[in-house]
């Protein structure tokens, strides 16, 4: 009797200091940069299995799988690790049969919005734009051989509004609305990486303002509206970006077809096609999100508030296809 609390304080702590994976994410003969855990007891500790750096072969795993055993586990403490580990190995991920589907995508979106946490905290880093390429040409690989991409995709959405989950969602709805207004793929590409990127500019706001729970002040806002310009700057004075697409997608998000928007108050045609789609992605994750200081719209309260209220702010034509694309993609 005196055992029980004992055994779940115990098992409390095995589920805080360790994580389980499963064998099927791990690449054969791929480097692993961190150790692997096994548990021959649900209360015991984990032993150590494998150090790192010592590549799994195909052996390994049969013999794991003779066993009966399906997943290991990492040291809390290597969790970047593990994550770093699935980019670097996400095209052979993304494509592996044998990993269901909608698993493939939980992969695809946690190293994103890790990645692109990554990339808000130092936007100065070299790898920012390499690195976005990479995960955007290999979401549309993913996308465009995977049927039920977009389904699995809604799944796993993170509802709590982070800039950074806020960045991959966006990206995510912009480039399945683009494939659906026949984008060219190079277009999708370097729309993608503008999409993940639009509003990197944030991390020059302050962070008070930027994660204000409640309205904006009149003052705040001000100091808000000038994540685009400060996202331009960024990409182009310190990453030497020169795409056009991709600077008018971070630039002119925020604009709106009646001229209200900013920075620059565009209006109507001088709205690209890009930042229009950009718009209708960034404005559906704002209300289809969580804050602490307001409850997320449904995604149909969102689309009939969206053409209720913004019918003339938003390019309406984009928008009937966007409607159609969460509402056909959702009964599927
Ligand atoms: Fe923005
Ligand atoms: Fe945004």
Redesign the pocket.
Same mark, same amino acid.
């Given at each position: 009797m005196e055992d029980t609390p004992k055994k779940t304080e115990e098992t409390t702590d095995i589920q805080k200091d360790y994580f389980p994976i499963p064998i099927s994410l791990l690449q054969i003969d791929k480097i692993v940069n961190f150790d692997l855990y096994l548990r021959t007891n649900a209360n015991k500790q984990p032993l150590l299995y494998r150090s790192k750096s010592l590549p799994i072969s195909e052996n390994d795993i049969a013999r794991l799988k003779e066993k009966s055993i399906e997943i290991l586990y990492v040291h809390s403490e290597n969790k970047r690790e593990y994550k770093r580990y699935l980019e670097t190995n996400l095209r052979d991920i993304l494509s592996d049969k044998n990993v269901p589907v909608q698993k493939r995508t939980e992969v695809l979106y946690t190293v994103t919005t890790q990645a692109v946490k990554e990339m808000l905290d130092d936007p100065r880093s070299g790898e920012l734009l390499p690195r976005s390429r990479n995960l955007v040409e290999n979401t549309l690989d993913f996308i465009f051989h995977e049927p039920t991409a977009f389904q699995c995709m809604l799944k796993v959405t993170n509802f709590d509004y982070y800039t950074h989950t *806020?960045?991959v969602n966006?990206g995510i709805f912009s480039v399945f609305l683009a494939k659906e207004i026949n984008f060219s793929e190079d277009e999708l590409l370097r729309f993608g990486m503008a999409s993940l990127l *639009? !509003?990197i500019g944030k991390c020059r706001v302050d962070p008070k303002i930027v994660n204000f729970p409640g309205k904006l002040s009149e003052e705040q806002f001000e100091q808000m509206k000038k994540h685009p310009e400060y996202g331009y700057e960024i990409l182009t004075k310190e990453q030497g970006l020169k795409d056009e697409l991709q600077l008018d997608v971070v630039l002119h *998000?925020h604009e709106k077809l009646t001229g209200n928007g900013y920075p620059h108050k565009l209006k109507g045609d001088e709205i690209s096609i890009y930042a229009r789609v950009s718009a209708i992605a960034?404005i559906f !994750?704002?209300l289809t999100t969580r804050r602490s200081y307001k409850n997320a719209f449904s995604s149909f309260d969102a689309l009939k508030l969206m053409k209720e209220k913004m019918s003339d702010e938003l390019d309406q034509q984009i928008f009937k296809k966007f409607i159609l694309l969460m509402s056909e993609k959702k009964q599927t």
């Open positions: *806020h960045s966006v *639009h !509003d *998000h960034d !994750d704002a």
